[in-house]
């Protein structure tokens, strides 16, 4: 992840696939390797049939209408066909889709949208992943509430599904998910220069 997708290269990604399942190279197990895609429908496809891999689906909405705005890729591919495709690509017996569905505050998070992921998601083999939007500055998308987390999870985990809320790890120094950014304060003294400053001592000396 934070490569890019990786299925706009398909044939080095499935090289590079093979390389880690390899005992001459890294000896993975493919049941420990997972894909993460933005939900290219042709080369989902294409993938399934050419080599085993786990796949995480970036979903986050539950109408075309919202993933339009979220995911610009749903234009092209929309719900419909996604979904198509994750029940064509074959899967071992115990495998399992992962949808990673990021929670927003008044946007995807009610439970109409829980009720519509059901409903997308029958006759998938699915595992959900709940992420609580992590909130930034430079986004207008606010974090939902604990409880509504909960009882959109909850929700799912009623109705059978397989429903886990990921905890948010760095938010306090603005490295959590979707959140990597520098910081710095606007304000500093000398003191604080000089301690990050790697030759303080050619200061002045016209070096």
Do not use: W
Request: charged share 25%; aromatic share 6%; glycine share 8%.
């Amino acid at each position: 992840m934070g490569m890019g997708e990786p299925l706009h290269n398909l044939d080095n990604v499935v090289k590079a696939l093979k390389i880690f399942y390899l005992s001459e190279g890294l000896a993975f197990s493919p049941r420990k390797v997972t894909l993460s895609t933005a939900g290219l429908v042709p080369e989902m496809l294409e993938l399934g049939q050419r080599i085993r891999v786990n796949l995480a689906v970036s979903l986050n909405a539950t109408t075309d209408e919202v993933r339009n705005q979220l995911m610009p890729i749903n234009r092209r591919y929309p719900l419909e066909q996604l979904m198509d495709a994750c029940r064509k690509i074959p899967l071992e017996p115990r495998q399992r889709i992962t949808f990673e569905y990021i929670l927003i505050r008044g946007v995807n998070d009610s439970d109409q949208d829980a009720r519509r992921l059901v409903k997308l998601l029958h006759g998938v083999k699915a595992k959900v992943n709940l992420i609580p939007f992590n909130e930034h500055s430079s986004s207008p998308f606010k974090a939902p509430t604990g409880d509504r987390v909960t009882r959109f999870q909850g929700y799912l985990l009623d109705r059978g599904m397989v429903a886990i809320r990921r905890a948010s790890k760095g938010q306090d120094i603005s490295a959590a998910c979707g959140q990597l950014k520098g910081k710095r304060s606007p304000v500093h003294n000398a003191a604080e220069d000089a301690a990050y400053d790697p030759h303080p001592q050619e200061k002045g000396n016209g070096k």
